[in-house]
């Protein structure tokens, strides 16, 4: 299996423009997550999907911030406009289905680093 | 959402065990203790995972405490590869994973 797979590995843009990251989940995991790091602030989760559906999206910073799961092989997060702050790493993680004995392990990617100028 | 306390950081020198702590007094029965490490530039990544007991694998071990209000991870032999922030984390069914500052991991050569 080749693990989660995201794009671009990098982004540099300037502030104002719309930003496309891209996540391609491991076959079979029914649930998916966006994670953004920063320095400042460490690992945080910014929304989860699960059979594609959105499930918790509290942590999606602001409206300028969207993501869909238009099937169970894709994702993407959408920044529009792009600001300074929202340079960070963003990662995308999949995990099995869970059930009351199955702990649904996390499968990061490598994730995007997105500067915005 | 359940709350855990790490070391910010620990060194250890190569090729000697490495026991990192993790206190979660506020631990619920439901709550299985989580351990995720991230390497330079990379996703964090599974290391293991415990309710109650003692749990050995390949990478590591996981010591539980009695009353579980604390854990220790135990790398066995540390090696330059081990260099890395260690997460410990609180979740039970249907919770997210919610990641602290974790313990920065040195291993000196």
């Known amino acids: 299996d080749a693990g989660v797979i995201q794009s671009p590995r990098h982004e540099v843009t300037e502030m104002g423009q719309e930003v496309t990251l891209r996540c391609k989940p491991i076959?079979?995991?029914?649930?998916l997550f966006w994670y953004r790091q920063t320095m400042m602030r460490g690992l945080e989760l910014l929304i989860y999907?699960?059979?594609?559906?959105?499930?918790?999206d509290s942590g999606m910073p602001e409206d300028r911030f969207s993501a869909k799961m238009p099937n169970a092989s894709f994702s993407t997060l959408k920044i529009q406009p792009s600001e300074p702050r929202d340079s960070a790493v963003y990662f995308c993680?999949?995990?099995?289905?869970?059930?009351?004995?199955?702990?649904?392990?996390?499968?990061f990617g490598e994730g995007s680093r997105l500067t915005v100028l | 959402d359940a709350k855990t306390t790490q070391p910010n950081s620990m060194e250890s020198n190569e090729e000697e065990p490495v026991h990192l702590p993790c206190n979660h007094s506020?631990?619920?029965?439901?709550?299985?203790i989580h351990w995720y490490r991230q390497l330079p530039s990379q996703g964090p990544e599974y290391v293991i995972h415990?309710?109650?007991s003692n749990v050995n694998n390949r990478m590591a071990s996981l010591a539980i405490a009695e009353d579980r209000k604390s854990s220790t991870l135990i790398l066995h032999r540390a090696t330059l590869r081990d260099a890395a922030v260690y997460y410990c984390?609180?979740?039970?069914?249907?919770?997210?994973?919610?990641f602290g500052p974790g313990t920065r991991l040195s291993v000196l050569p």
């Open positions: 993680a999949s995990s099995p289905a869970t059930g009351r004995q199955n702990t649904g392990e996390l499968f």
């Open positions: 076959s079979g995991h029914n649930s």
């Open positions: 999907f699960n059979n594609n559906v959105p499930i918790d």
């Open positions: 506020t631990i619920s029965g439901t709550d299985y």
């Open positions: 415990g309710l109650t």
């Open positions: 984390i609180l979740r039970s069914y249907g919770q997210n994973f919610v």
